[in-house]
């Protein structure tokens, strides 16, 4: 079993920076991909980015892509997402999650390929 706790959310002001950081325990982090997401009030969950089990191949939104960096250091159990030039859109519960396979060879982007998720962080951004 999987267990993910995310943490790093706060408050910030439009054009800031946020590191998301989320731990997970267990023995088998280093052989999952890993995601984020994020879901707004009264919107539905949405894929921000994943990278794969090895941290050779990553995926973004467009939404994010060039203002947002994943990355995962498997010694450590931790996945981290790196938000720069952040915008009031940003604002949601963001969540990680592990695969619910192992190895794969893919970077899964929906969320039916994730059966482990955290708690969520919570990220406010001021316009």
């Known amino acids: 079993q999987v267990q993910l706790v995310e943490s790093g959310g706060g408050l910030v002001q439009a054009g800031g920076s946020l590191r998301l950081s989320c731990v997970a325990s267990?023995?088998?982090?280093?052989?999952?991909?890993m995601g984020w997401f994020r879901q707004a009030p009264g919107k539905e969950r949405e894929f921000v980015a994943a990278?794969?089990?090895?941290?050779?191949?990553?995926y973004y939104a467009d939404s994010v892509k060039g203002r947002f960096t994943i990355s995962r250091d498997n010694a450590k159990n931790t996945v981290y997402l790196q938000m720069n030039s952040l915008k009031p859109e940003d604002t949601a519960v963001y969540y990680c999650?592990?695969?619910?396979?192992?190895?794969?060879?893919?970077?899964?982007?929906?969320?039916?390929?994730?059966?482990?998720w955290g708690q969520g962080t919570q990220v406010t951004v001021s316009s």
């Open positions: 999650a592990a695969d619910n396979r192992r190895y794969m060879d893919y970077v899964p982007n929906d969320l039916s390929h994730y059966d482990h």
């Open positions: 267990g023995r088998t982090f280093s052989t999952r991909a």
């Open positions: 990278i794969k089990w090895s941290g050779t191949s990553i």
